[in-house]
T-cell receptor, first 113, second 114 residues
Framework: DAKTTQPPSMDCAEGRAANLPCNHSTISGNEYVYWYRQIHSQGPQYIIH???NNETNEMASLIITEDRKSSTLILPHATLRDTAVYYC??????????????FGSGTQLTVLP | EPEVTQTPSHQVTQMGQEVILRCVPISNHLYFYWYRQILGQKVEFLVS????????KSEIFDDQFSVERPDGSNFTLKIRSTKLEDSAMYFC????????????FGPGTRLTVL
């Protein structure tokens, strides 16, 4: 699996967009970019994933650069409840395989009132 | 919305005792996982389980650990003889689409070994 690099911490004002970067310069063609978050020792929560196109769901948007070497998770209107550790994980998709997730240290996002 | 549940939320045990951590995955999911997180450290993979057998396991998952799906709903992690270093949060996860790793995690069991 490709290695990812994330800033250890970021702050964001409540109501503003939170943009969390992730570098994955060694990503392979069949590897997806996944984002999870963990709110204070709770179980990690799936947010979004993508291969090369930008993706949006009810929680967030994922912007992947054209060369796929980096991506940005965007929380459009951050709230205090979005304070969490955000993990960027690069993983190949294997049909029928129960492959595990490998978590790094992530980015501690603190949303400030 | 369906969710993964885990019991107990907190387990305290004496070193050398056996513990069983229980999980009820989401009902139509087929792939099951255990992870752990020692306080202040990363979430670490322990084991994955599919079709009633272990698919993959990490170096952490030694002979002291075992997993079982005793019926159609429960998924258990047993630690045969607990050590102090087994103290951690243990998370169960499940997915219906292993290929895409949209794993849904439970709230965790905090295991404290004294």
């Amino acid at each position: 699996d490709a290695k990812t690099t994330q800033p250890p911490s970021m702050d964001c004002a409540e109501g503003r967009a939170a943009n969390l970067p992730c570098n994955h310069s060694t990503i392979s063609g069949n590897e997806y970019v996944y984002w999870y978050r963990q709110i204070h020792s709770q179980g990690p929560q799936y947010i979004i994933h993508g291969l090369k196109n930008n993706e949006t769901n009810e929680m967030a948007s994922l912007i992947i650069t054209e060369d796929r070497k980096s991506s940005t998770l965007i929380l459009p209107h951050a709230t205090l409840r979005d304070t969490a550790v955000y993990y960027c994980i690069v993983r190949a998709a294997f049909s029928g395989s129960a492959r595990q997730l490998t978590f790094g240290s992530g980015t501690q996002l603190t949303v400030l009132p | 919305e369906p969710e993964v549940t885990q019991t107990p939320s907190h387990q305290v045990t004496q070193m050398g005792q056996e513990v069983i951590l229980r999980c009820v995955p989401i009902s139509n999911h087929l792939y099951f996982y255990w992870y752990r997180q020692i306080l202040g450290q990363k979430v670490e993979f322990l084991v994955s389980f599919y079709n009633n057998e272990i698919s993959e396991k990490s170096e952490i998952f030694d002979d002291q650990f075992s997993v079982e799906r005793p019926d159609g709903s429960n998924f258990t992690l047993k630690i045969r003889s607990t050590k102090l270093e087994d103290s951690a949060m243990y998370f169960c996860a499940s997915t219906s689409r292993a290929a895409y790793n949209e794993q849904f995690f439970g709230p965790g069991t905090r295991l404290t070994v004294l």
